[in-house]
């Protein structure tokens, strides 16, 4: 049975730094690209960071230069490491599977969902 399971999320002040994993089961992870997405208060889904199989990077431009997807395929784990947060950054995040091999075109395109991990930015 296919899982992703996220941690890592949390209450940070402004500029502050998390480290989002996603520990994924019940497939070859290393075969698949994988994503981050997220969800505001009240708001849609957002597409955040891909990778792809070969450690090829992706991201939204309000996260550029501040976040970093990397994936470590021998502990099949995804990582979002999120630097100089604000108020903006604050969201469920959510570590995703797509049939696809290429970024996403909708955030929704995604077939598998882990539970979401909450992050918080307030001073």
């Known amino acids: 049975q296919m899982q992703l399971v996220e941690s890592g999320g949390g209450l940070v002040q402004p500029g502050g730094s998390l480290r989002l994993s996603c520990a994924a089961s019940g497939f070859s992870f290393r075969d698949w690209w994988m994503y981050w997405v997220r969800q505001a208060q009240g708001k849609g889904l957002e597409w955040v960071s891909a990778?792809?199989?070969?450690?090829?990077?992706y991201y939204t431009d309000s996260v550029k230069g501040r976040f970093t997807i990397s994936r470590d395929n021998a502990k099949s784990t995804l990582y979002l490491q999120m630097n100089s947060l604000n108020y903006e950054d604050a969201a469920i995040y959510y570590c995703?599977?797509?049939?696809?091999?290429?970024?996403?075109?909708?955030?929704?395109?995604?077939?598998?969902w882990g539970q979401g991990t909450q992050v918080n930015v307030s001073s």
């Open positions: 990778i792809d199989t070969r450690g090829g990077t």
């Open positions: 995703a599977k797509a049939s696809v091999d290429r970024p996403l075109r909708d955030p929704s395109e995604p077939d598998y």
